[in-house]
């Protein structure tokens, strides 16, 4: 939404562009998800195999512990979903196209910020610090897409 709104004023644009990112995002996510829990899970058991062979034999559950990687893609595409229908649903009752977009970094920023409290409450790490964190990496995204999309097609006169 920030890389289309910042060339192109069509508030339909806008929202299937928005829509369109939701989707993306939370399919990229929830792959990259599964793959990276897949790896770990896979390390886990060549270890859990190696310690067996050892001998030393401490099947005390870990088996049950191991990560599932459905659970973990779909808990991630859920939240990137979450995270970004919020800024969709706020663009798609706003008209004026620089009043949508300082609201869409609005809506944004406030669910960037819940997003960190709740990850910093749940990893019981210093609240302050991870909702910064999450807060600034998600204005870096917003500002590199506005800036780059913004660049490429004002520049170039695509017609978008």
Known sequence: MMGVGSVKEDIKAVIVAGFAGLVAGA????????VSVCTQ???????MKREKLKGSSKSDGNDEKLPNPSQAA?????????GAVLPLLAAAFIRQPMVRMAVVVAVASVALVVFGVVGA??????VVKS???????GWMAMGTTFGLTKLIGSNHGMQI
């Open 27 to 34: 399919c990229s996510m929830a792959i990259g998800e599964f």
């Open 74 to 82: 779909a808990a991630s595409a859920l939240a990137f979903a979450i």
């Open 131 to 137: 909702s910064a964190r999450v807060l600034v990496g």
């Open 41 to 47: 899970r896979d390390v886990e058991i060549a270890q």
């Open 121 to 126: 409450l749940l990893g019981r790490t210093p």
